[in-house]
């Protein structure tokens, strides 16, 4: 496995090195969802140490540049005096992803599923909370389900909206875009996909859709999580994932993923949709 410093030199992301403003909301939803669940992980003592040394390398290693002595204990308390620009954003991401992963890889018989699926777990429980946070933020008004063309349009709807807070709040510097026509060869196949074809692929099958973006904030440190621990953050993706899971679908970005495939302005997830099974009675 590759070092930080290994991976940074082979890619350095110079078009993040001029830092953008994060929104307040963000940050706030995003301390809430990231330390929260961090404290309650298995086998963590809830001592910040560990963090606050990974966002000093993450920094001068990445950045060339030295954290204030308070930014993750402003961070952890939900206290940003200061505001968060995106390179301490990325930095901050970065350090608790990667003591999460290594707190459940030293304590993994105190977890029920492998490291692997525990790492995904994590990452779809802090998903599953700043969701909730931006939809009562945005007032999302979502379908029960996706039958009729109304539903979808619905759907679609609040999906511009996560994507719009994403961009405002600076998640995103230049723009979203989630559709579901596709024209892709993926693992030796061949996917051709109207946006009329998704209702009816969903319903007993498997629908696609395209996930767009440009310069997420933490494109950089999900590149090193991925190519150093195995596994990235997926923020915005894990949230829109929570999105179609509240309707009754399984949504997520194809396992084969790699971001560091793809040009800062235009990363870009197949993802598969399916209706969740049934939940079998006693």
Partial sequence: MKTLKEIVQENPFDDFKDWWPVGRHFSRFMSNAIHGEWVKLPGSSGDLSTVKSHVNLYLSTVFDTESRSSLVDEFAQNNLLSGLQSGQFDALSYAYYRSTFEIIKANLDEYENSLERERRL???RVGKLFFDQVAEH????????????????????????VGQFLSDEGYLRDHFAFHFNVEIEHMGASISQNDGDILG????????????MGYPIILPSAVY?????????????????????????????????????YPSDRVVELWEIKRKPLESGM
């Avoid at 009729?148 to 999906?159: P, R, S, V």
């Avoid at 319903?203 to 996930?211: I, K, N, R, V």
């Fill in 122 to 124: 994590y990452t779809k």
């Fill in 138 to 161: 945005l007032a999302l008004d979502l379908p029960a389900d996706l039958l009729t063309e109304a539903d979808l349009a619905q759907m679609k709807t609040c999906i511009t909206q």
């Fill in 201 to 212: 692929l969903i319903q007993s099958g498997t629908g696609h859709a395209l996930y767009e």
């Fill in 225 to 261: 999580l991925y190519h150093t621990m195995e596994e990235a953050q997926h923020h915005s993706s894990r949230t829109i994932e929570e999105l179609f899971d509240r309707v009754g679908f399984d949504a997520r970005e194809t396992d084969d993923f790699d971001p560091i495939g």
